[in-house]
């Protein structure tokens, strides 16, 4: 994760992006809204009373571990549950992997089941950073899980906060659910299968992480600057217009020329620091009419654990 941005002001707007779709039969017997990217703070707030509707507090900080939590504690929108990027949305030991791996497929299923999650739930994930961390939780549940109803709140907690909608400090009782279901391992790819694509030219990275980072100029994060050999960069906060996500209409010209290079958006394989804010521009590119692109979950920080893989700079 690498999430470095400099948002404007945050202004209140339904997002272009909402899916006026119909829940189908087998995720719930009753026809309503469906959000499955982006749902803005005025959409929220006119369902989050709904008993399907899970909320789900995502923020976090690289440099202060208490710092989600204790935001949590001080105040979230009303009913949300929390998630731990390091504890919960990932997991660690394996010195060969990035900073954020993902966590046991199991232990992912039964975390859910603890938020009150189930087949039925409406999820909707926030941060504070305009989704650059909130679109883990996201891809997770989307793309790993094939969970269609989830959505990123648009402008996160800001955004909330900007509509003067009301906060809460109760933590809340979720009921315990049991969600079952199998991982769709194709929606990422390992660091091997990427180097063997890389090798034929047959994927193009696209880098989410700012031009400094990828440049080499500077990395404050991990340990080797620069960025793997041939990717495009394309820095998450270009997706943004006033901490919001930009129209589609900007959001598909803007990855246009990237996906034509490449082939088509199948081709596309989305990196960051470590596979967590990279999921911004995988939204984006869904937003723009791109679907199917994949996430290196290792991503950079997973990249440069090898010393023998390439390094480009400038």
Same mark, same amino acid.
């Given at each position: 994760m690498d999430v *470095?941005?400099?948002?404007?002001?945050?202004?209140?707007?339904?997002?272009?992006?909402?899916?006026?779709?119909?829940?189908?039969?087998?995720?719930?017997?009753? $026809?309503?809204?469906?959000y499955d990217l982006t749902i803005s703070a005025l959409d929220l707030e006119a369902l989050i009373r709904d008993d399907s509707v899970v909320v789900v507090d995502c923020r976090c900080s690289l440099t202060d571990a208490d710092y989600g939590r204790r935001s949590f504690a001080a105040g979230h929108l009303p009913g949300a549950r929390f998630a731990n990027l390091e504890e919960d949305l990932s997991q660690h030991g394996d010195p060969a992997r990035g900073r954020h791996p993902l966590p046991d497929f199991k232990r992912f299923l039964g975390f859910l089941g $603890?938020?009150?999650? $189930?087949k039925t739930s409406q999820v909707v994930v926030y941060d504070d950073v305009s989704g650059a961390v909130a679109g883990r939780l996201w891809w *997770?549940? $989307?793309?790993? =899980?094939?969970?269609?109803?989830?959505?990123? =709140?648009?402008?996160?907690?800001k955004q909330w906060q900007a509509a003067g909608f009301p906060l809460s400090t109760e933590e809340p009782d979720a009921e315990v659910a049991v969600y079952e279901g199998s991982a769709n391992d194709d929606a990422w790819i390992s660091t091997a299968a990427l180097v063997d694509l890389l090798a034929t030219n047959a994927v193009t990275v696209i880098d989410a992480r700012s031009s400094e980072r990828y440049t080499g100029k500077e990395e404050p994060i991990d340990p080797v600057a620069g960025h793997i050999p041939g990717s495009a960069n394309l820095f998450l906060g270009g997706n943004l217009k006033a901490g919001l996500y930009a129209d589609d209409q900007t959001l598909a010209q803007r990855f246009a020329g990237v996906v034509e290079k490449a082939g088509g958006p199948e081709n596309i394989v989305h990196s960051c620091g470590s596979g967590v804010s990279a999921v911004h521009n995988l939204i984006a590119m869904e937003k723009g009419g791109f679907s199917g692109s994949r996430l290196y979950v290792g991503s950079w920080s997973e990249w440069i654990r090898d010393p023998n893989r390439p390094v480009a700079r400038a």
């Open positions: *470095m941005l400099n948002n404007d002001k945050d202004q209140v707007r339904r997002p272009s992006s909402f899916q006026n779709l119909l829940i189908s039969s087998n995720v719930s017997s009753v $026809s309503k809204p469906l $603890s938020l009150g999650i $189930s *997770m549940l $989307s793309r790993w =899980l094939n969970h269609q109803a989830v959505a990123v =709140l648009d402008g996160g907690f």
